[in-house]
């Protein structure tokens, strides 16, 4: 089936300048992109966009870090994109992410602050086809989530 997902590279991956390099690996695999917007978070969008993390220990360390500079939020679609996608990003500790994925190849190691792990690892990718839904319309407007034909949409001459 046909999903859209949303997925950020994180202040870490800008800061890194590897926010071609990460766009490069969804779209090599032929994700389409229907989104895209470079954006200073606020505490607020984070909020709402880790809502199931709020109350947990290490969601301070959380809000700051996606929170300390810009970021690039965007919509990719494809067959599978979701499963795809988390695929591609890897385990959510970089310690633990197996090479070959985006995180097992280019996280940094875990940060500690107190009782904290804190873990910044480039991209964030929605979990679930309820969370994809959720998290597109928390950073996009109905009007900025483009359909369009790719050319090899369009290609039918096998
Ligand atoms: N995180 C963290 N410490 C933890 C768990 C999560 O700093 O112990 C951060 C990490 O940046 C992670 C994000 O919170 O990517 C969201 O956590 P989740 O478990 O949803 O992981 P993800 O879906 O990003 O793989
Ligand atoms: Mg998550």
Redesign the pocket.
């Known amino acids: 089936m046909y999903e859209k997902t949303l997925v950020i590279v994180k202040p870490d991956g800008v800061q890194r300048r590897m926010v071609g390099t990460l766009i490069s690996r969804f779209e090599k695999v032929g994700l389409k992109i229907h989104a895209m917007r470079f954006v200073q978070a606020t505490d607020e969008q984070s909020k709402a966009h880790?809502a199931?993390?709020v109350d947990k220990p290490f969601y301070p360390s959380l809000e700051a870090y996606i929170t300390v500079g810009p970021a690039l939020v965007f919509v990719l679609g494809g067959t599978g994109a979701i499963a795809k996608v988390r695929q591609l990003v890897g385990d959510?500790e970089p310690a633990s992410a197996l090479p070959g994925t985006i995180r097992g190849d280019y996280a940094h190691q875990p940060l500690e602050r107190g009782s904290d792990r804190f873990l910044c690892n480039l991209v964030?990718?929605?979990?679930n086809t309820e969370?994809a839904e959720r998290e597109v319309a928390l950073w996009f407007g109905p009007d900025e989530v483009l359909d369009y034909a790719m050319i090899d949409d369009m290609y039918t001459g096998l």
């Open positions: 880790y199931e993390h959510t964030h990718a929605s979990a969370d």
